[in-house]
């Protein structure tokens, strides 16, 4: 079957750094992407990864290894609007996205 | 400002009721989606269409039903068949290109009374 696990849950302090990590095992792959989802709100697109390595963007990056069914997140310079869930999702063979079920980042003061 | 509108926010569905959630978007996408989610889970697919007038299931398509009348608009319909429906339901757009990114609506929450 296909699986995409992530931490249920984290906690940072603002200003720190924070890392949250995917696994994936999916038939085939098509690249990885993170969402970010504040609680009852719409998913929004942060990243996008499909060749090995890491893609920075502002505070935030995400790595990739594909031959370790692996992907991160990582957040500097934390703020309290970044606590939000964070959603790793892969799209397989069949450019079908599996989702995994979010890590909700708590950021305290 | 072009984007994807859901509506209602909230909705109560009685025993036995079928409901429809809407979703509008002016983003001139193909692709439309519906995703179900529930705490603890991932984003399950109910329903998509990639085109006006035809549609596919997704994972979870059993107890709910859709429409692809124009390409702005993709209305899901939980009927009573769905036993379990209390859940956040969300709609989503994109341009029919492999690895686009997708555009979420809000979101409509679905609770049973």
């Known amino acids: 079957g296909q699986n995409i696990d992530q931490p249920t849950e984290m906690t940072a302090t603002e200003g720190a750094i924070v890392q949250i990590n995917c696994t994936y095992q999916?038939?085939?792959?098509?690249?990885l992407f993170w969402y970010q989802q504040h609680a009852g709100e719409a998913p929004t697109f942060l990243s996008y990864n499909v060749l090995d390595g890491l893609e920075e963007k502002g505070r935030f990056s995400s790595f990739l290894s594909r031959s370790k069914g692996y992907s991160y997140l990582l957040l500097k310079e934390l703020q309290m609007k970044d606590s939000a869930s964070y959603l790793c999702a892969v799209m397989d063979s069949n450019y079908q996205l599996i989702w995994g079920a979010g890590t909700k980042l708590i950021i305290k003061p | 400002d072009g984007g994807i509108t859901q509506s209602p926010k909230y909705l109560f569905r009685k025993e036995g009721q079928n409901v429809t959630l809407s979703c509008e978007q002016n983003?001139?996408?193909?692709?439309m989606y519906w995703y179900r989610q529930d705490p603890g889970q991932g984003l399950r697919l109910i329903y998509y269409?990639?085109?006006?007038?035809?549609?596919q299931k997704g994972d979870i398509a059993e107890g709910y039903s859709v429409s692809r009348e124009k390409k702005e608009s993709f209305p899901l319909t939980v009927t009573s068949a769905q036993k379990n429906p209390t859940a956040f339901y969300l709609c989503?757009?994109?341009?029919?290109?492999?690895?686009?990114?997708?555009?979420f609506g809000s979101g409509t929450q679905l609770s049973v009374l």
């Open positions: 983003l001139n996408h193909d692709a």
């Open positions: 989503a757009s994109s341009p029919l290109k492999e690895n686009e990114k997708l555009f």
């Open positions: 269409s990639q085109i006006v007038n035809d549609f």
């Open positions: 999916t038939s085939g792959f098509n690249g």
